[in-house]
């Protein structure tokens, strides 16, 4: 593990993702943002086995902003940040880049909620091995990043050090 941004997720921009502005249309961002949370939760363990035995997550919060256009064909990658983690609850800063520029053409900061199903009902539920420990570690490296100047537009800001 790294004290790096995770770099875990990366596409071509297919033609389909394109609007009639010739850029990027705003739901696509959404895709390749779900797509680099999926990513982040196989990073640390996530599977059908533990989603089978244990629950899943869903996205309760997102807020994205739009900082520049990516066109087709564009080359584009996340950096993916653990900012914070509690019993129930993951909370990540992605930035997108487009091709080989420095700079993001969008972030996302986005809240995943574990929960599990009893008689068919979810409700939330916490996180169980290993993925909590690995959640603690990748949490212990990335505390050391300068954190990103768009963090906390989620009103559900967690606490930096995991509570259990």
Known sequence: MSREPLTIWKTTVPKNWIDYNSHMTEGYYGVAFAEASDEFLIHIGFDSTYRDNFGTFYTVEAQIRFLEEVKQGSKIYTETVLIAC???RIQLHHSLFSDKSSTPAATQEAMLLHVSKKNGIPSASPIREPLSNNLDQIRELHS???RP?????THLTLP?????
């Open 149 to 153: 100047g768009s963090v906390s537009y």
């Open 160 to 164: 930096t050090k995991r509570i259990v």
């Open 86 to 88: 509690d019993q129930k």
């Open 144 to 146: 050391e990043i300068v």
